[in-house]
């Protein structure tokens, strides 16, 4: 099985390689990756055994985070190596102030694994949510540094699982402890004979516990708002779009509204502003003379979650196609949630679901019906709102416990 694995990692990274010349997101992966034993080893001896912090992408470096400023605040002498996997996360997070140094993972050769451990030397690893990458986690294993996996989550279709499983499951194995997002991952774990695990909770919500907490005021939302109600559409895709607008070109002066596009470049804005048969305006072009228009166009990458505070209502995108995007951003606020029917792999929006606090929409008459009713009933509105934000805050303190957890001994004895 070892020999298919690296096999299957090979002709991964060949793949890659040929479809670098046409995609830039294959362009920046390979890119990112060269001379990466030289830049590693000159930083070796400056990173000193750091901790070392491993995320597939950006949304698993945002579940990370929490974690990652923790440890710097309450260990400021700490050296943090993060790394990635994907260019979505280490292009927009590379220049990130809390890590000493940032840079992709090596693919997952032996040869890879073993010359990355031993030049950075980490006193121990923290793979985030998921990442299972056989040959540094086997590496990390022979040489007793102390893996952990954090705000874990498993799905009994997942092949650790399955009648042929074993090889994956080895994997899980040499893991020194798990903190799982929920009991049904530990159940999972449990059935398979691991044990080494604690249901903490999931890091996103003190991340956006504290995003909320310190989220900064958006001068030109507040002028554009001028008083009303907002409903606002954040990382809408176009089918999330074409439901939403259709209401809005019916009832334009019911709200306000705004759009953040999942994909803000100009020719997205283009066709999103010729769908829209009412007054709007760009984030970037507003003045006080478009205080009158209805839709107000985000085209600015990096306001989305501090944006939701002035929302009543929200729709979160993805669900007509991959998945929801992070439904959590906006409930922290204490407003109802909406987005679509590709939901039911993420545990937040099936916690929301049954607490009242977000609502699915598989069309535009569902969609309608909805909306009509949350802004026509207060009492419903007021119950959908408490849902949501009690639900955060009966969730947030996962940070805390996986540290203590990690950093016990530390505390305790005053080591590394």
């Given at each position: 099985m070892n020999f298919l694995y690296s096999l299957a990692v090979r002709l991964y990274v060949w793949s890659i390689y040929a479809a670098s010349p046409f995609n830039l997101k294959a362009r920046l992966w390979v890119k990112g990756r060269?001379?990466?034993?030289?830049?590693?080893?000159?930083?070796?001896?400056?990173?000193?055994?750091?901790?070392?912090?491993?995320?597939?992408?950006?949304?698993?470096?945002?579940?990370?985070?929490?974690?990652?400023?923790?440890?710097?605040?309450?260990?400021?002498?700490?050296?943090?190596?993060?790394?990635?996997?994907?260019?979505?996360?280490?292009?927009?997070?590379?220049?990130?102030?809390?890590?000493?140094?940032?840079?992709?993972?090596?693919?997952?050769?032996?040869?890879?694994?073993?010359?990355?451990?031993?030049?950075?030397?980490?006193?121990?690893?923290?793979?985030?949510?998921?990442?299972?990458?056989?040959?540094?986690?086997?590496?990390?294993?022979?040489?007793?540094?102390?893996?952990?996996?954090?705000?874990?989550?498993?799905?009994?279709?997942?092949?650790?699982?399955?009648?042929?499983?074993s090889f994956f499951l080895g994997m899980l194995k040499k893991f020194t402890h798990f903190f799982l997002q929920d009991e049904a991952s530990a159940e999972l774990l449990s059935k398979a004979g691991i044990n080494n695990f604690t249901v903490t909770g999931d890091t996103r919500f003190d991340r956006v516990s504290k995003i909320a907490a310190s989220a900064p005021v958006i001068p030109v939302i507040e002028e554009f708002r001028n008083g009303e109600k907002v409903f606002l559409a954040g990382s809408s895709w176009p089918e999330d779009e074409k439901i939403i607008v259709k209401y809005i070109n019916s009832n334009p002066g019911r709200m306000k509204w705004i759009f953040a596009p999942h994909e803000p470049e100009p020719s997205n804005i283009d066709r999103l502003e010729r769908m829209i048969k009412t007054n709007c305006v760009r984030f970037s072009e507003f003045s006080g003379k478009n205080r009158d228009a209805r839709v107000l166009i985000i085209d600015k990458i990096g306001i989305l979650s501090s944006a939701y505070r002035y929302a009543y209502i929200a729709a979160v995108g993805g669900g007509f196609g991959k998945g929801i995007h992070n439904i959590l951003e906006p409930a922290c606020w204490g407003i109802p949630v909406m987005f679509g029917p590709n939901y039911r792999k993420f545990r937040e929006a099936l916690s929301l679901l049954g607490r009242k606090g977000a609502f699915c929409f598989r069309n535009f008459e569902e969609f309608s019906t909805i909306l009509d009713e949350l802004l026509s009933s207060m009492e419903l509105y007021k119950s959908a709102s408490e849902a949501t934000l009690k639900y955060v805050y009966e969730n947030t303190g996962a940070t805390d416990r996986i540290f203590s957890s990690i950093f016990q001994q530390d505390i305790n004895n005053n080591q590394v």
């Open positions: 060269k001379g990466w034993k030289e830049k590693l080893s000159s930083k070796s001896e400056y990173l000193n055994n750091p901790v070392w912090i491993h995320c597939a992408s950006l949304g698993e470096f945002e579940q990370g985070r929490p974690l990652i400023e923790m440890i710097k605040e309450k260990k400021p002498d700490q050296k943090i190596l993060l790394t990635f996997f994907s260019p979505s996360g280490y292009e927009i997070r590379k220049n990130y102030s809390f890590a000493d140094y940032i840079c992709y993972l090596p693919s997952d050769t032996r040869r890879n694994a073993k010359y990355f451990i031993e030049t950075v030397k980490p006193v121990m690893a923290i793979f985030i949510k998921y990442e299972f990458w056989n040959n540094y986690i086997s590496e990390l294993y022979l040489k007793g540094i102390p893996l952990y996996l954090v705000s874990g989550i498993f799905r009994n279709s997942q092949h650790f699982f399955k009648w042929y499983g």
